[in-house]
């Protein structure tokens, strides 16, 4: 592994965006193109989304991020110890939302799973959630 | 996010131009739905042109919209 950064934030929406430039900046080291990086800004976004409504229920917790760069591969892991999905396979159904009435589109881990090249879920109920994706920068497509 | 209406047509466009996220979305579906209370609108563009970033809570926000 060439290079890792662990980031921890309180779950607050206004720090969604703090969350997604830090990763890319980090992400730049492996030169990604323009797309590659929205791609992994966008993931990112969803990911610790999803920790501060679901996880933590809009509550006060801390988001761990942990990212490591390979050759040619940035992995991302990004952990709540927050309520934990009891259906993994559920809400990983596009359209699926266990919150409605907040006007989600239920599409968080659908584009996960389209702009990453690998993602994996682990999740205790009431213990929390840790998502971790891959992508490969700088494939020819 | 500001708002153009054209008279003649009953256009509303709404013009965003901030990042659409979890954090910024429900404040704009507010702007976003007082303004077309404000103009009763016979047609709303949204448009887009000037966003940098949106992510699946932009989708559900516009969902809402429509």
């Keep these: ?141 | 996010m500001f708002v153009n209406y054209e008279i003649k047509s009953k256009e509303l466009e709404i013009v965003f131009e901030e990042e659409i996220d979890h954090h910024t979305c429900s404040k704009l579906a507010i702007m976003s739905d007082d303004n077309i209370k404000k103009y009763m609108p016979q047609t709303v563009l949204f448009n887009f042109e000037k966003v940098s970033f949106m992510d699946s809570s932009g989708i559900g926000m516009l969902l809402r919209q429509i």
Excluded: W
């Design chain 1, 1 to 141: 592994m060439d290079n890792e950064m662990k980031l921890e934030i309180k779950s607050k929406s206004s720090n969604e965006a703090f969350a997604r430039v830090t990763v890319a900046a980090f992400a730049s080291q492996l030169d990604p193109t323009f797309e590659e990086l929205a791609d992994i800004k966008t993931a990112v976004s969803e990911a610790v989304t999803n920790c501060i409504i679901h996880g933590y229920e809009n509550k006060d917790g801390i988001i761990h991020i942990n990212c490591k760069l390979f050759d040619k591969t940035i992995e991302i892991e990004i952990i709540d110890f927050g309520k934990g999905i009891e259906n993994v396979e559920m809400a990983r159904q596009a359209l699926y939302t266990s919150k409605p009435e907040l006007d989600r589109s239920g599409m968080g881990f659908t584009i996960m799973e389209s702009f990453m090249d690998e993602i994996k879920v682990e999740s205790i109920v009431g213990m929390g959630t840790k998502i971790v994706m891959k992508k490969n920068i700088g494939e020819v497509k």
